[in-house]
């Protein structure tokens, strides 16, 4: 009955004429750029969010395009700038140096990404609506910038839609070159105050600090881990131990931060004093 109600994505033309392509290139430089990008995206699949942020190293992210409209409230994006975006595959992705080029979050995200916490809360997700389950599906263009970090562009669906086909992919994959070019040409004089050496000492500070006072170093990097998606098996490879004693070491985490559940854990993190200001 739920697949019924689905509107149907509106077919689209296989590739947008040379003068929608000409006009985004004459908005290069200008604030119209971003809306004449997703007017040109538009014109081969249709979504409804979209946002660039720009990731540097042991910086918080840059906002360069806010495509979410009424969906996102100001506090939601405040809470992600001001360190939930710690939490986003895509800002992973991006400051680990994953293959640019259009991807799906599905691809990036750890293995129980979707059953996480941060992705369902409207509070310091941004791309979550307030009624939960709202999004269907994230992808995004990373584009490496000239300044050295990367910009994530990503496109979204809300409920009543169907996530992307393969087919839509590969038209949005056709217009990747563009993209590149363009996003690297309109943030070209986009600098980072920090040194790229940073990345091992600030990119993490936030978890490097949380709770230092009360959890030992394994125990924050398993808390990392817990609260970026991965299973107790997916936590238990990058470790090199074995899924019992990662259960231990929640058990033992819970215990000394007087919680008992991952939505505590998570409620705990996002009310810490985050290490990394926003720009």
Known sequence: MAEAQQRPVV?????????????????????????????LLRTVTAFDLSVIFGYP???????????????ATRAALDAYLRGAYLLDP???ASVQGHPPGLWRMSELAPDHFFQSDFYGASDVHPCISLEPGS???????????????TAAYSLMRK??????????????????????????????QLDSAAPAAALDGALEAAFTRFAQDDLT?????????????????????IIGTTEGTVKIHR???????????????FGRFI????AIDPM
């Open 271 to 274: 009310k810490s004093p985050f």
């Open 135 to 149: 999004l269907v599906e994230e992808i995004g263009f990373l584009v490496p910038l000239p300044c050295g970090f």
């Open 90 to 92: 895509f800002y992973t």
């Open 251 to 265: 058990k033992n985490i819970y215990r000394r931060l007087g919680i008992s559940s991952q939505s505590e854990l």
């Open 57 to 71: 190293y042991g910086e918080g992210p840059r906002l360069l395009h806010d495509g979410y409209g009424a969906h």
């Open 217 to 237: 170093y394994q125990q924050r990097r398993i808390v990392q881990l817990i609260l970026r998606g991965h299973s107790t098996l997916s936590i238990s490879t």
């Open 159 to 188: 409920t009543g839609r169907s996530a992307f086909s393969e087919s839509e992919m590969d038209r949005l994959r056709a217009l990747e070159p563009i993209v590149r070019e363009v996003v690297r040409s309109q943030w070209r």
């Open 11 to 39: 077919s689209a033309p296989a590739a947008p004429d040379l003068g929608t392509i000409a006009a985004v290139v004459g908005q290069i430089g200008t604030p119209a750029l971003p809306l004449a990008l997703d007017g």
